[in-house]
């Protein structure tokens, strides 16, 4: 399947001398978003403004561009511009380059069948902005901005077939072309079907749907798995980070785990020095950098099971080296090689377990164990046995935890 996308608007409410497709939302370019998630689509850009041309020739130099020269003509006119992009009897997907989209939107392409199909939304950010639509079975039967009677939103997101070209072609005599009119009449021939999409979606027409996306997106940042630490604390720093590193195409989720990885096996380093204090601030850093690299690839639609793996790979290695690192940097008696032992396999078991059985025990997650580690490292200043204190709370509490996996897994 090809894919259209418009971004041929003029955009006159975002009051921005940037065109806007390419203001920036969390980072990176409003259309980006559509081009990555399309990836294995050819795809097809309607444009105006050079600048959107250039950024995407420059990035993304595999995708087709569509120049509009009547922008005022409206987006229909805009989808009538790629017509010549597309085969007879093709059907294509169609997006609007300053709409931003959940994932299920894009999961659930290749569910629809019929010829003509517009995604639709319980939600909208602004209904006096947005178009409605109305439906009657699996039908859409109007479709319109002022509509009062209405049933869902219309987000923009559209599965059609090639034959819409002779529909707008019938309105090619009109000043202007807009894309409900066209789907209009689609819908009076009973041509225009419906699928509800529940994920968020906006239209994002001003800053303050811009900076209302950016705390939509922050927040799916936080994952369900992650531990009180992360979400209060951990992730509030790695959004933000997050943000400024997407811009730059040499970072990527597997370079970044490996600089995160580094930064830990430092803090290990210092800790074999007794450089306790600093070691343990390096390790609450390590922490919070280590969810950048889930947050760039979920930005940039860069997730693999490679990096899955690799991730947690490193992570085990970097939690062993730095509980190694303190045991050799205190006096060590039976019960120090005891406490190495619980602390080191309960890292391990930990996590092994938690993977097996989905079950992540609340109360000693890595960002807390870690936090534990910064904390022990602070009060050593003060306290000669914390480091020693250190091992045993995380061996026992991480054993507690593998058994309240087990016990909870058993009974689900």
């Not at 109007?142 to 997101?157: A, C, M, Q, R, V």
């Not at 209009?184 to 811009?210: P, R, S, V």
């Not at 760039?296 to 690799?310: E, Y």
Request: a positive charge.
């Amino acid at each position: 399947m090809k894919a259209v996308i418009l971004a041929a608007g003029k955009g006159s409410r975002m009051k921005s001398t940037v065109p806007k497709p390419l203001i920036r939302l969390f980072g990176i370019p409003l259309i980006e978003y559509k081009i990555r998630r399309l990836k294995d689509f050819e795809i097809a850009v309607v444009y105006n403004d050079k600048k959107v041309a250039e950024y995407i020739k420059k990035k993304f130099p595999e995708v087709k561009l569509i120049y509009n020269p009547y922008p005022e003509k409206e987006n229909g006119y805009s989808l009538y511009c790629a017509k010549e992009f597309l085969k007879e009897n093709e059907r294509f997907l169609l997006l609007m380059a300053d709409h931003y989209y959940g994932e299920k939107f894009f999961r659930k392409i290749n569910d629809v069948k019929e010829d003509n199909y517009l995604f639709v939304s319980n939600y909208c950010y602004d209904p006096q902005e947005a178009t409605k639509v109305k439906v009657k079975d699996k039908y859409i039967v109007k479709i319109g901005k002022e509509l009062s009677d209405y049933d869902y939103f219309d987000t923009g997101f559209f599965i059609l077939n090639y034959q819409v070209f002779s529909y707008i072609e019938s309105l090619l005599d009109k000043e202007k072309i807009k894309l409900s009119d066209v789907m209009q009449l689609l819908a009076n021939e009973k041509k225009l079907f419906f699928k509800l999409i529940e994920d968020i979606w906006l239209d994002i027409d001003t800053k303050e749907e811009l900076k209302k996306a950016e705390e939509i997106i922050r927040k799916l940042l936080i994952k369900d798995t992650d531990g009180i630490i992360s979400k209060l604390f951990n992730r509030k720093l790695s959004t933000r980070l997050t943000k400024f590193l997407v811009r730059f195409d040499f970072i990527t989720p597997n370079r970044f785990t490996v600089f995160s990885s580094i930064i830990g096996f430092l803090a290990g380093i210092l800790f074999l020095s007794k450089n306790y204090v600093l070691a343990g601030i390096l390790t609450q850093i390590a922490s919070i950098i280590d969810g950048c690299d889930g947050e760039i690839a979920r930005i940039k639609n860069l997730s693999s099971k490679f990096g899955a793996v690799l991730d947690s790979v490193l992570d085990r290695y970097v939690d062993t080296f730095i509980l190694f690192a303190i045991f050799l940097s205190i006096e060590k008696n039976i019960y120090v090689y005891v406490a190495l032992f619980l602390s080191i396999t309960g890292s391990i078991l930990i996590s092994y377990v938690s993977h097996l059985t989905g079950i992540r025990p609340f109360f000693i997650t890595r960002d807390i164990r870690l936090f534990l580690v910064m904390v022990f490292s602070i009060l050593s200043a003060f306290w000669i046995y914390s480091m020693t204190m250190l091992l045993w709370i995380l061996g026992i509490a991480s054993h507690l935890g593998v058994i309240y996996t087990l016990l909870k897994y058993k009974h689900k």
